[in-house]
C-alpha cells in the first residue's frame, strides 16, 4: 500500500515562490502518474499537473503553466511541484495523488486517482 505525504505549503506573498514536496512509501513500483490537484473553499477540486513516474513525461492546467514545474527523484521517492510567480487565485490546498496503470480517465481528471495525501495549504497574499 503507497501512502502519500505532503509538505511545503505555507503564507508567501503575492510574485512569491514555493515548494511543495510528496514523499510517497511502500509499494511504489505500482505508482504510475503523480499528480496535484488543488481545491479552494467553495471549489471543486481542480488538476495542476502531473509526471508519469517511468517515463517523466508531464502535464499542466492551462492556469499553472510557464509558472509550475513539476518534478521527481526516484531515488527519494517523492515529487515537487515548484510553484512561481505566484498570485492570490492560486491560494488552496494541494493535494498529491497516484494515477494507477490503465485508468481509463485522463491524467487531469481526479477519478483518475486511486491515492490521495492530506493535503497542503497553500495561501498567497496580494
Known amino acids: 500500500q503507497v501512502q502519500l505525504v505532503e509538505s511545503g505549503g505555507g503564507l508567501v506573498q503575492a510574485g512569491g515562490s514555493l515548494r511543495l514536496s510528496c514523499a510517497a512509501s511502500?509499494?511504489?513500483?505500482?505508482?504510475?502518474?503523480m499528480g496535484w490537484f488543488r481545491q479552494a473553499p467553495g471549489k471543486e477540486r481542480d488538476f495542476v499537473a502531473a509526471?508519469?513516474?517511468?517515463?517523466?513525461?508531464?502535464f499542466y492546467a492551462d492556469s499553472v503553466k510557464g509558472r509550475f514545474i513539476i518534478s521527481r527523484d526516484n531515488a527519494k521517492n517523492t515529487v515537487a511541484l515548484h510553484m512561481n510567480s505566484l498570485t492570490p487565485e492560486d491560494t488552496a490546498v494541494y493535494y498529491c495523488?497516484?494515477?494507477?496503470?490503465?485508468?481509463?480517465?485522463?491524467?487531469?481528471?481526479?477519478?483518475?486517482?486511486?491515492?490521495w495525501g492530506q493535503g497542503t495549504q497553500v495561501t498567497v497574499s496580494s
Open positions: 509526471l508519469t513516474w517511468g517515463g517523466g513525461d508531464t
Open positions: 495523488a497516484t494515477r494507477p496503470p490503465g485508468s481509463i480517465y485522463s491524467v487531469n481528471d481526479p477519478r483518475a486517482y486511486s491515492l
Open positions: 511502500g509499494r511504489t513500483f505500482s505508482i504510475y502518474t
